[in-house]
């Protein structure tokens, strides 16, 4: 089992760049596929990007691509979301969620366990 628990989140105006962390407790942090995800009011929760247990593969939103960037560190057992260019559509709550499952799923479903979210609020 892994917690996780995210960080970052805060303010900031439009075409900013904010950075986000996610740590995780437990010594299997490097087996998990890990994604970032985000919720705004009123929607449903939405993949953002994820990574490989590795850090070899990665996956975004056709919204955040080339925008945001996902990364982790398994030997601090921490997950990064590089935010740049933020839009104010970028305004959410920010969850990283841990999937046992190798592939680098979409779905929020497939993942196993999650945090307990950041907000993030791009101001125009």
């Known amino acids: 089992q892994v917690q996780l628990v995210e960080s970052g989140g805060r303010l900031v105006q439009a075409g900013g760049s904010l950075r986000l962390s996610c740590a995780a407790s437990g010594r299997t942090f490097n087996i998990y596929t890990m994604g970032w995800f985000r919720q705004a009011p009123g929607k449903e929760r939405e993949f953002v990007a994820g990574i490989s247990w590795r850090g070899g593969r990665t996956n975004y939103a056709d919204s955040v691509k080339g925008r945001f960037t996902i990364s982790r560190d398994n030997a601090e057992n921490t997950l990064y979301l590089q935010m740049s260019s933020l839009k104010p559509e970028d305004t959410a709550v920010y969850y990283c969620?841990?999937?046992?499952?190798?592939?680098?799923?979409?779905?929020?479903?497939?993942?196993?366990?999650w945090g307990q979210g950041t907000q993030v609020t791009v101001s125009s």
């Open positions: 969620a841990a999937d046992r499952s190798p592939g680098i799923a979409t779905m929020a479903g497939n993942y196993d366990y």
